[in-house]
């Protein structure tokens, strides 16, 4: 079969076999690769809306007894460097997001030992009584699979327990690459893919939304990255849980597995196979933290339908080197030169009421 007429099918929401995915990705020039994920993101979404959330990041302790290679973050237990916030610490935190209208909280850190199932519990129902009107999108795979660990629990019941105390959505946090060869050597420690696909189950069996992400550009080959989209395909079918996809890549500055930054135009390759590929998830996120906003804005064109979030706070990627940041103004600047208008939304991809800023 033709290179066109892959992307002629894929264009029009066909499914691509993985073969067919790894030659797109492998063959496919990049502007036609392009302009068939923009084509589909045009069916699927109004095209000239490009949303976004304001949320935050709040990176509640460092201390973590995975010791990911990727990951310049961490600390490992009884480290002098480690730290474990308060629940007040956590709460002023939130405060100052929800201050600047954030809906959308991410409390997320280490798997700290350290810290019991009730310790969640209790800062998670404080978040909800005192902000009511903000959404728990927080915590991690690994995070849940720890506090399991620790409690000596069956995942769902760590799971349902958050959920009650009011943790609403789960992000895909932890995901990076979901192939075994990959995840032996940049972190070893870590839960397994099938473990990180079983939690991804119950959560969304238990009713909780969830997001699922992709971190390429350590170690693996196009052949894994599409691999792991077939997975996170695959429980899609299942599951139909997954609300959005978010592809990021590694940033190797200041992390022990070092290694060279991807370029843009991988950037923007991975993301339209992704949108090709990914047929049956709804959203695709350009994460403009690791790439830039001009990166962001060229993401829009290759099938990419959300610009992400404002990210008030957040110390993991800025640990490995990273130094980009924008407010909510530089986030809609970005949307409307690029040619779009921007869109307020909440977690679960409902647009608000909020009016968007002035352009001046």
């Known amino acids: 079969m033709s290179l066109r007429s892959m992307l002629d099918r894929a264009a029009n929401g066909g499914r691509l076999s ?10 496919a020039d990049l502007h036609d ?24 990041t709040v990176n509640y302790t460092n201390v973590c007894n995975v010791h990911c290679t990727f990951c310049a973050f961490f600390r490992p237990e009884h480290h002098r460097e480690g730290y ?6 956590v709460l002023a935190r939130v405060k100052h997001a929800a201050d600047q209208g954030a809906t959308q909280i991410m409390i997320q850190g280490g798997v700290n030992p350290e810290l019991r199932v009730e310790w969640f519990e209790e800062l998670f129902r404080r978040v909800c009584a005192e902000y009511p009107h903000v959404d728990l999108h927080s915590l991690s795979v ?19 327990r958050l959920k009650t105390a009011g943790m609403k959505s789960l992000p ?14 940049i972190s070893a420690r870590k839960v397994k893919p099938e473990e990180w696909i079983g939690v991804m189950r119950e959560a969304q069996q238990l ?20 691999e792991h989209l077939n997975i996170i395909r695959d429980l899609q079918d299942e599951t139909n849980g997954f609300l959005a996809f978010i592809p990021w890549y590694y940033i190797p500055y200041k992390t022990p597995l070092r290694g060279k930054e991807a370029t843009g135009l991988e950037y923007l390759r991975v993301l339209a196979i992704s949108r090709l590929y990914l047929n049956n998830i709804p959203h695709l996120q350009a994460s403009w933290l690791t790439p830039g906003l001009k990166m962001g804005q060229l993401a829009l064109f290759y099938g990419c339908d959300d610009m992400g979030g404002t990210i008030i706070e957040e110390q993991v990627v800025h640990d490995a080197g990273n ?14 030169s690029a040619g779009f208008k921007p869109a307020v939304r909440n977690t679960y991809w409902n647009l608000r009421e909020e009016p968007v800023l002035s352009a001046h």
Do not use: W
């Open 172 to 185: 895909g946090a932890g995901a990076e690459i979901l192939v075994e060869r990959v995840r032996k050597r």
């Open 18 to 27: 993985f073969d067919e995915g790894v030659r797109l990705y492998l063959e």
């Open 323 to 336: 130094t980009n940041e924008a407010s909510r103004r530089d986030l809609e600047e970005a949307i409307r």
């Open 84 to 89: 474990t916030m308060s629940h007040d610490e």
């Open 207 to 226: 009713g909780m939304p969830t997001t699922a992400t992709m971190m390429f550009g350590s170690i693996e080959t196009p052949q894994e990255r599409i």
């Open 33 to 56: 690769l392009g302009a068939a994920a923009h084509a589909r993101r045009v069916q699927l979404h109004p095209p000239d809306l490009v949303t976004y959330v304001i949320d935050t």
């Open 142 to 160: 690994s995070e849940i699979v720890g506090l399991a660990r620790i409690e000596n629990l069956p995942v769902r019941d760590v799971l349902q």
